[in-house]
């Protein structure tokens, strides 16, 4: 059974990267350009792991991410931050991500590590 | 009655030694019928009874105490019980002789039938057997107060008050019980009328053997009723007061309280008790004696509650009471004894030294007032005497029994206002003893000798300072025979010294002439010059020739215009020799003039009588040392202005001792005020916490190993807490003939272009961030393509084009985190995260990595796997990479790479070794800089910022570890780092 993935990135062109290449490794993709957009929704949808942007227009990753951790409904699904700012894996530290990628990203890692931590 | 004129009878009954009557028993009548003759003498009554009514006798009424009634009944109860019946024995006190006590008898005589026909009364003297018992009774009584005082003195007055308490228990008990007797008695007659008489007889012979007086008091009147012997005995008077009202019967006690009391008893119905009362009382004999008593006046109520009679029962304690009073009047003469003795005493009563008694002397001693200390414990009123040997010697007395004394004790008494007061004493304790032989109490006497002592002690002290005093005069004598003889040994020194001048002489002129400066010596007014050496030739530039016999002035033209000539003038007059110092003088040179500089003395020479006869002049060319130093003070003033136009703080550390002197510049760079002091430690201080191990390292190394220190970093200044960079540069300065070694250097306020250089920084690293997010997509995208590429036409010509799109993304990927991470050191914004980590795994990984960039290397490794660092992995592997790339990059044709690992005390040291074309030594320094590259034709063809080996240092830096490099041209490099052991 295919798992759904909610990703949330403001750059058209890695969201769609990733979408395309989700897709095509079996995953269901939910894509969100805003933190608002995200915490609108998120909750309405069943999501098996979160993929999240620390940069956002309207917010940051980390802040999501401590916000699904703090939700006893949500608490156990998988987190991973992804960022391109250098200085983002440290503060991720003192978040309870599952994990963090850096961009640029190598595909066929970042999906190794997302099935990682749904098996 | 025939038998009664018996002749023989007669004789008989005349004769008998006991004094005997016969009467008729015709009574009431009771007619005498003849009376012997002892019993005539006993009565004293010579006159002839016969025919007479007993009862009409003199010596019966004024002899017996009984009352007709009582001798009727007693005659009645001879006749019933036919028998001799005696009556309770009297005192008898004839006229002129002493006092009898008498018992009377009566015996009934019947003749035939049951009818008595004559009563023989006998009179027995029986005052031997009363007194005896008095006697008896006395001494027992005298034995029962005698234990009872000896009591008394053992105990308290209180106990003495508790006992009497019991005794007026035991007069209520013994009242009750006879209370209790007479209400049975009452019953009885009730009851039993016909035994009226003897009852009454029993009841009252009760009362009369009771051990205490007890009378009854009848009516208002106070008629006594009846009372026994003892109490009549209390009252002083006989058996006839029975029945006589109470204030005639004792006249008295008319204006003593007790008529009043009784009274009162009438009205209220209580009770009275009496403890102790004085009262006076008549005695037999008439006088009036004061006695005191226990006593209790009980009303005798009749059953419908009105008192009708009151009864007194009484016992004389006058004696306790008087033994009490003596011991009252002892202590109070104790008391008095001890107050008036002009000692001090004091009585300290019991173990816990209760302070009894004090008197005013002791109290003068003690700087006490009486209030203060009475009653309490001695322990409590001085608690500094814990401390002293008193309380020991107390307790002492109170063990041994036997009295101690000393004298000229120091004591020290705590004052109320809590100054010590030093005083000496002579003191004795006495032991008092109670009955039993043990020491109950404490007389102590103490006798200030305080001022005595004090004036002895002055007293000798004043004669230890007149031996002192003789002493010294001794000494002084003696200091002044020894200072004479001195003086004498001083004069033979002087004529010896004498005799060796002229020896002397000889050896001035060889002293002049080899003396290392200019010497020469001037003579007379003229000042002629008599003798002159070579060296003062050489600063004069003169000849000998042109000098001697001559006029110094006249000799020696060039120093006119100069004022030399005045100042020897000058000195020759007023004698005082004159020095001058750096003084600037143009001499003669090679026909010419000079500048030169000097050091000159003018010394006067003087005869024996103080005239000036000549001058010495010496002189010291010290022209080539001003001149040398003018040239540095001017290279100095020239530096000190570069150092102030730079604004260059500057410092230098004295190796020597560590001294540390920092310029003003310095100081209020660091941010302390221009005239503060600053400590080495100080100024270290405000160094950045990220930086300051770091700096005082470098300084170590400086100061160790020669080594060069040119450091920037960033300092917390002292007053405003702002950050500010600076660079410091420095070097050591070895021991150079006089100078002291000591490392110095500059500091420069870098702020501004650092502030610049962060901004710039802060750019690269936003620039950075913005360059991988299309990065990042831009690889997605050609991953993406890579995997559909399988399937589609030609896919053998696109897929080489793809991967190697995907390399130089990578190597684009590279280079801009590389940029990154300059830019955070740069900005100090590169933070490390230590760990415990296994060195051997890092490299293992590291070279995995690099064997992917070549295949023409062979990395290998030795002795690393062990090896545990205190580091951050992802740090020191990007140290390890860029090493490893470099070792690669630089070596073409070199083959072999190793990594070596070595443990060296608390770190490890990292080597890694390449075969490439080396680094010339003068550029090994600069490889670690920023921006560096080692610039040969061989290098043009490698690409690189020059950043690498600067952010490897930094990050060592980073983790207190050390790197460094050593390499030889054309043979190879090998480059160090050293990280903390875990």
């Keep these: 059974m295919s798992k759904t993935i909610c990703i949330v990135e403001d750059n058209p062109d890695i969201a769609d990267v990733l979408d395309i290449y989700l897709q095509e490794e079996g995953f269901e993709v939910t894509l969100f350009d805003t933190a608002s957009a995200f915490l609108s929704t998120y909750q309405k949808q069943h999501n098996d792991i979160f993929l999240l942007d620390v940069m956002l227009p309207d917010g940051d990753g980390i802040s999501l991410c401590n916000h699904i951790k703090q939700d006893p409904a949500f608490a156990h699904i998988p987190v991973v931050i992804m960022s391109a700012h250098s200085q983002a894996e440290t503060i991720n530290k003192n978040s309870k991500s599952d994990a963090f990628i850096k961009k640029p990203f190598d595909l066929n890692e970042l999906k190794d590590q997302l099935n990682l931590l749904l098996s | ?982």
């Design chain 2, 1 to 982: 009655m025939h038998h009664i004129k018996d002749p023989l009878f007669q004789i008989l009954f005349s004769q008998l030694q006991e004094a005997r009557i016969l009467l008729k028993a015709d009574f009431p009548t009771l007619t005498i019928i003849q009376a012997n003759q002892a019993w005539e003498i006993l009565v004293g009554d010579s006159t002839s009874y016969s025919g007479m009514s007993f009862l009409d006798t003199k010596s019966y009424l004024s002899i017996f105490p009984f009352d007709d009634q009582t001798l009727q009944s007693k005659i009645t109860e001879a006749i019933s019980h036919k028998e001799s019946i005696s009556l309770p024995a009297f005192i008898h006190k004839p006229l002129r002789t002493a006092p009898i006590w008498l018992e009377l008898h009566i015996t009934a005589i019947f003749n035939s039938s049951t009818v008595p026909e004559y009563l023989m009364l006998t009179l027995y003297d029986v005052t031997a057997k009363i007194q005896d018992q008095q006697a008896l009774r006395l001494s027992q009584e005298t034995e029962a107060l005698l234990l009872s005082e000896l009591q008394e003195v053992n105990e308290e007055i209180s106990s003495a008050n508790e006992e009497l308490r019991a005794t007026n228990e035991d007069l209520i008990k013994s009242q009750e019980r006879l209370y209790q007797l007479n209400n049975q008695l009452e019953e009885k007659v009730k009851s039993r009328t016909k035994a009226l008489v003897e009852s009454e007889q029993k009841a009252r012979f009760l009362i009369s053997s009771a051990p205490v007086g007890i009378v009854v008091l009848t009516g208002k009147e106070l008629f006594i009723e009846s009372a026994n012997q003892k109490m009549l005995a209390y009252f002083g008077k006989r058996s006839n007061v029975i029945g006589m009202p109470l204030h005639l019967a004792l006249p008295e006690i008319q204006d003593q309280s007790f008529l009043g009391i009784l009274d009162r008893i009438f009205d209220t119905g209580q009770a009275f008790y009496g403890n102790e009362i004085k009262a006076d009382m008549a005695t037999a004999k008439g006088q009036v004696k004061q006695a005191y008593f226990n006593f209790v006046y009980q009303p005798i109520k009749d059953p419908e509650g009105p008192t009708t009679s009151i009864m007194i029962v009484a016992t004389e304690v006058t004696d306790q009471v008087i033994a009490r009073k003596t011991i009252e009047q002892s202590a109070h003469q104790l008391n008095r004894i001890v107050s008036t003795t002009p000692i001090g005493l004091t009585i300290l009563k019991g173990k816990d030294l209760i302070i009894n008694i004090v008197n005013d002397p002791i109290l003068q001693i003690w700087g006490r007032s009486e209030k203060e200390i009475l009653n309490k414990r001695l322990i409590d009123v001085f608690p500094e005497l814990q401390q002293q040997s008193f309380p020991k010697l107390l307790s002492q007395v109170f063990e041994s029994k036997k009295r101690v004394a000393m004298l000229g004790m120091p004591v020290d008494i705590r004052l109320p206002n809590g100054a010590l007061k030093k005083a000496y004493v002579d003191f004795s304790y006495d032991p008092l003893f109670d009955i039993y032989g043990n020491v109950e109490a404490i007389l102590a006497s103490v006798n200030d000798v305080t001022e005595l002592i004090n004036n002895k002690k002055l007293l000798q002290d004043r004669q230890e300072e007149l031996e002192s005093l003789n002493e010294e005069l001794a000494a002084a004598n003696e200091e002044l025979a020894t200072t004479n003889e001195e003086l004498f040994e001083a004069q033979a020194h002087i004529s010896s010294v004498f005799e060796k001048l002229k020896e002397n002489e000889t050896r001035f002129r060889s002293l002049f002439e080899q003396s290392p400066v200019g010497m020469c010596f001037l003579k007379g007014e003229d000042l002629i010059i008599e003798l002159v050496n070579d060296n003062m030739l050489q600063i004069w530039g003169r000849q000998r020739e042109e000098l001697i016999g001559r006029s110094h002035e006249l000799a020696r033209p060039e120093l006119k215009g100069q004022p030399m000539n005045d100042w020897l003038r000058e000195v020759y007059q007023t004698g005082i020799p004159k020095t001058n110092n750096e003084l600037k003088v143009r001499l003669y040179y090679k026909g010419g003039l000079r500048d030169a500089y000097v050091h000159s003395l003018y010394h006067p020479l003087k005869d024996t009588k103080g005239k000036v006869t000549g001058i010495l002049v010496i002189l010291t060319d010290i022209t080539p040392f001003v001149k040398a130093r003018k040239q540095v003070e001017g290279a100095q003033a020239r530096l000190n202005l570069a150092v102030q136009s730079a604004e260059l703080g500057t410092w230098n550390i004295r190796l020597q001792d560590g001294e540390f002197s920092p310029s003003t510049r310095l100081k209020t760079i660091l941010g302390f005020l221009e005239d503060e002091e600053m400590s080495f430690d100080e100024a270290i201080a405000q160094i950045h916490d990220d930086y300051r191990e770091h700096v005082k390292q470098a300084i170590e190394n400086t100061i160790q190993h020669d080594e060069k220190f040119e450091l920037e970093f960033p300092i917390i200044v002292r007053q405003d807490g702002t950050l500010r960079w600076i660079r410091a540069t420095g070097r050591t300065y070895k021991t150079e003939a006089d100078l002291e070694a000591n490392f110095s250097g500059t500091v420069l306020d870098i702020t501004n272009r650092k502030l610049e250089e962060i901004r710039k920084n802060d750019f690269i690293a936003i620039a950075s961030h913005e360059l991988k997010t299309p990065l990042t997509s831009l690889k997605g995208y050609l991953q993406i393509m890579e995997t559909k590429i399988e399937k589609s036409i030609n896919h053998d010509i696109f897929k080489p084009f793809v991967r190697k799109s995907l390399l130089q993304i990578d190597k684009m990927h590279s280079l801009i985190k590389g940029f990154l991470d300059v830019a955070r050191l740069e900005s100090g914004r590169l933070i490390i995260d230590p760990q415990k980590i296994n060195l051997g795994k890092l490299i293992h990984e590291a070279i995995e990595e690099a064997e992917l960039l070549s295949k023409n290397h062979i990395i290998s490794i030795i002795d690393c796997e062990e090896v545990e660092v205190f580091a951050d992995g992802d740090k020191i592997a990007q140290v390890l990479g860029n090493l490893l790339s470099n070792a690669i990059k630089y070596s073409p044709l070199g083959k072999n790479i190793t990594i070596n690992c070595k443990v060296d005390k608390d770190e490890a040291i990292v080597k890694v070794t390449d075969e490439g074309m080396g680094v010339k030594p003068h550029e090994v320094d600069r490889l670690f800089d920023r921006f560096y590259r080692v610039e040969t034709k061989h290098t043009k063809a490698i690409s690189g910022f020059g950043i690498g080996l600067y952010l490897c240092a930094e990050i060592i830096r980073l983790h207190h570890g050390r790197i460094w490099a050593e390499s030889e041209s054309g043979k190879g490099t090998s480059f160090y780092f050293s990280l903390p052991l875990a």
